[in-house]
């Protein structure tokens, strides 16, 4: 085997002299200092297995985590339509049955937040993207990547299990709260929550592996120059996101443990004395609000694992096509920091009215409102680049500006519930659904769909249509802004979240007109991302080939050997970092961006301020 | 330029929408008024920097477009700028949580006149227990829990014995008067809520949890499970009665006590002693034709 391993430690000591001397500058100009460390040896495979399959490549292995959690997504996509056309026309499908209706609410929040989000950012844009834009030929440990990514395929492969086992998938919401969920009484308490737990346990194993990956990567494979202050708002996001993950997803994993022992061998770590159809169970002493204290001990972080990331692509997409730099990067960079710190420290304002002692409520409220400093200033911060910038309104723009405005609003609905007192009418209530769909639902999806945009001719050379583009964006979002934006009046009627149908209640009979009208804004976001689709098959087909750097970026994925970036990323030598990803339109440079590999010397005449 | 256009009339339409709704909260009916206030100024505060934002984005996309012949700003810092809008931010923030930490603070004390209700929940019902003229309620366990015994009231404490016990899902209530309830479940999570009282609080098998309000308007409410419970939790539901002091207290004499129903059985077993008795003399006889 070992004439397949590649030994590039030959190329690693290349000394400051041998870069430098170029005319009119100072020979330490462009001094970076040596590498410490031989180059990482890659494991090239030969055949289509080892090629495509039990790839080792982090740029394949990110593009088989983005597929599978796609899939998952278009799964909760279809789940979610099956919920509209219950909520919005009653008794229209007669299959939908309480049981059913369950089953949907719940997988589609479980998928759509663990199995499509988490896996998409972390999984497809982290494996994708860090290797590139910290300047590494690969992850530090592409064999444990590489299982990372099949134990999620495992993980994904038994939670769709679910739906085929007797009784269904579980149905007891996505937050999977003891004691109904595995009682009977809820849908899937037999099968279908077992298989749940599992798939969520092998889901934390598997991220595990490639979140350590991500996390060492970002530490200690960096190239020369790329100092931590340099880094792309992206790996920063990516990065800060994977530490809260490995944080807190060992949270999830012990309730999920504990859970399955409550359920096969009757433990009662969640069980208190029950009294079932007239009988008391053989449960006794467990509590209920432990496990959701554990739940949302992950729960809270996770938002953040999916928010910061979303966060960190759309600094670097509204830089480049704003043609500016990034506004204050050094508070984007600590405001992502300090978003992830507090995320451990405001689980519980998901449980202001869940019977914890109610004294809590002063502290969590507090440090809920404190995270929303930091937010703010990084949502100042992407209107101030935008000011006084030259911005392409592109396709990828658009995107953007559509995640500020639904970020915006959900941020603010957030200030709402994180409010302890104006939580108390809003909680379980309507007005819930809309915030946590516009802030994490939405928003990070319109910066994926803007990534897929701006990356995609990265990942295969070429260019999206622009006009379908547009279309796509448009659609999706007007549709989804108005799908949530009128859905908070429903909660400020008090209509209740989780409930079939709503009989006849005097205050949801006005609400009975715009139940059908979300409806049909649902089936058409949904429908329009087959837009994007058909985008995609057009353009591998036909699409017109990318120039290379078509989006004229300053950050090293664009600045690779060859576009597509092959395995080993940067051909025979590693670049050398001089600069932070931002330089555009600096006073003085030829054009409006320089890469961060250009050195000081090319550059002496420009007034660059941070590098 | 038509990208600025349309994000502008979905702001504009979203103030218009926020005037002209039809779908705001029910009429408030219980002395939350404060948690209504706050959501007022919340929204004043917070809608306005959402319309701001929101505007100043537009206001660039219009102002900035891209020209082949302007260079954008290089200025990649402006510390004076970013102070200013981090004080601005967290007085904004501490002026919001402010009012809501004080109305917190009267939301977990509960005035000390206020009657006591024991809501009991399980799937997928409610049943309420008031304190006798002892003005306490008996202790209770799940596992006393039966056909006689149906709140499950501890049968060596005292004060279970004149407790008032209400057999159905509709409570009364009495107008302006404090009530704290005491939620309690012998199954799974469950959330007794009215939309126009305002106020909620989950009930966790094992503990008693509680919340208080004040009603303040007479009428009929209905009663919502706010706490996803299973497959019936959308259909459990239950009243509230809000009556002036006169016809409260004509209800709560027509009440059943759990003395009254501990004699009512004592009846019943006697009567069934000679149903027994009966039986068995008809089995014999019975026996006997065969």
Known sequence: MSDEYENKSGYQAQSSEALTGSAGSTPDMDYVRPAELPEQDLYHGHTFLTKWVFCQDAKVIGVQYFLTAVFTGIVGLILSWLMRLQLGFPGLAGFITAEHYYQFVTMHGMIMVVYFLTALFLGGFGNYLIPLMVGARDMVFPYVNMLSFWMFFVAVAILMASFFVPGGPTGAGWTLYPPQTILEGTPGSGMGILLMLISLALFVIGFTMGGLNYMITVLQARTRGMTLMRMPLTVWGIFTATVLAMLAFPALLVSAIMMTLDKVIGTSFFMPTILKAGEVLEYGGGSPILFQHLFWFFGHPEVYIVALPAFGIVSDLISVHARKNIFGYRMMVWAIVGIGALSFFVWAHHMYVSGMNPWFGFFFATTTLIIAVPTAMKVYNWILTLWRGNIRINTVMLWCLGFIVTFVNGGITGIFLGNVSVDVPLSDTYFVVAHFHMVMGIAPVMVIMGAVYHWFPLITGRLLNETLGKWHFWATFLGAYSIYFPMHYLGFIGVPRRYYEMYDSPYMTSAVGMNEFISLAAFLVGAAQFILIFNIIKTLKTGKPAPKNPWKANSLEWHTSTQPPEHGNFGERLPVVHRWPYDFSVPGAKDDFIPQTTPPSEVVHTKVEKT | ?290
């Open chain 2, 1 to 290: 330029m038509h990208a600025g256009i349309i994000f502008f009339l979905v702001i504009l339409g979203s103030i218009l929408f926020h005037i002209f709704t039809p779908w705001y909260w029910t009429d408030i009916a219980s002395n939350w008024k404060g948690m209504d206030d706050t959501i007022t100024l919340t929204f004043w505060v917070g809608g306005g920097v959402f319309v701001a934002v929101c505007l100043f984005m537009i206001y660039c996309v219009f102002k900035y477009s891209y020209k082949e012949d302007r260079k954008a700003e290089y200025k990649p810092e402006d510390k004076k700028l970013e102070k200013i809008l981090t004080v601005a931010t967290t007085l904004g923030v501490a002026a919001l949580l402010a009012p809501g930490l004080i109305i917190w603070n009267q939301y977990v004390n509960v005035p000390k006149n206020s009657i006591e209700i024991d809501v009991m929940a399980w799937q997928w019902g409610w049943q309420y227990r008031l304190p006798g003229n002892d003005g306490k309620l008996g202790t209770t366990k799940v596992v006393n829990i039966n056909d006689d015994n149906p709140f499950g009231i501890n049968l060596d404490d005292p004060f279970g014995r004149d407790d008032v016990m209400v057999q159905s899902d509709i409570i009364n209530l009495e107008n302006n008067r404090p009530v704290k309830i005491l939620l309690r479940s012998v199954d799974v999570l469950h959330n007794w809520y009215v939309p126009q009282f305002r106020a909620k609080m989950d009930a966790v098998p094992g503990v008693v949890t509680y919340y208080w309000f004040e009603p303040n308007k007479v009428g009929e409410y209905e009663v919502l499970c706010a706490e996803y419970c299973g497959v019936g939790h959308y259909a459990m539901r239950g009243g509230v009665e809000v009556q002036d002091p006169n016809s409260y207290q004509e209800w709560l004499g027509e009440q059943e006590t759990f003395s009254d129903l501990l004699a009512k059985q004592n009846k019943e077993i006697e009567t069934k002693k000679v149903a027994k008795n009966n039986s068995n003399i008809e089995k014999v006889i019975y026996k006997e034709e065969k």
